[in-house]
């Protein structure tokens, strides 16, 4: 996952300081506000995703989500600690993307703002230069992986996702964007496919280093 800019919009401060350092540890940019007034008057230079509270100083969750959305439609992930399923209606039927009831652990909300950040920003696919990992040559453009000058027998989806996790080196993708680039947007079924075919790359390409991330997906990492 590329370096995102975020807006977290929340007055309690040792909360709002816990979700900036886990957003930061992932390289993206954080700026908190404290208020809602605050917040507001950034909405003319907007970020890759807003984190709103509802219950704000200055102005509160609700009519800062309207102007946000009235300008531009930038992702809204709504947080609230008052009543749960009414913030919830009334926070999607004014455009907010996903809502999370508080208490919240900081992990679920970083893993739902990545799905948001995939889902709105997909990952970029690079199909023309090659890329040489850990003695493996992967080139795109002819679909080939070569271990010194053996090509490696991979299936369609094998190199599918081979070509997307090293197109993004570094980067998180999440198990729905790698469906939708591997299986294509209508597909229906188990994510649980997903698994399989990073089982049956692992083996076939030991030295590529696949990363499992608990509950969201896979990165590769560059050694």
Known sequence: MGEFLVYLVEDEEN?????????????????????????????QNPPHLWILDIMLPGMDGYQ?????????????????????????????????DDYLAKPFLPEELLIRAKKLLDRVYP??????DAIDLNGYLVDPKSRTVYDGEEPIELTTKEMDLVILLT???????????IIEYVWGAD?????????DVVRRVRKKLPRIHVETLYGYGYRVLSS
């Open 123 to 128: 990952p970029e696919v690079q199909e023309e």
């Open 64 to 96: 800062l989500l309207k102007s946000i959305k009235s300008e531009a439609d930038t992702p809204v992930i709504f947080i609230s600690a008052r009543d749960k399923d009414l913030d919830r209606v009334l926070g999607l039927e004014l455009g907010s």
């Open 167 to 177: 197109s993004n080196l570094g980067n998180a993708l999440s198990r729905e964007t």
């Open 15 to 43: 909360l709002g300081e816990v979700i900036k350092a886990y957003m930061e540890k992932e390289g993206w940019k954080v700026k908190h506000f404290t208020d809602g007034r605050e917040a507001y008057n950034e909405i």
């Open 187 to 195: 597909y229906f079924g188990s994510e649980r496919a997903v698994d």
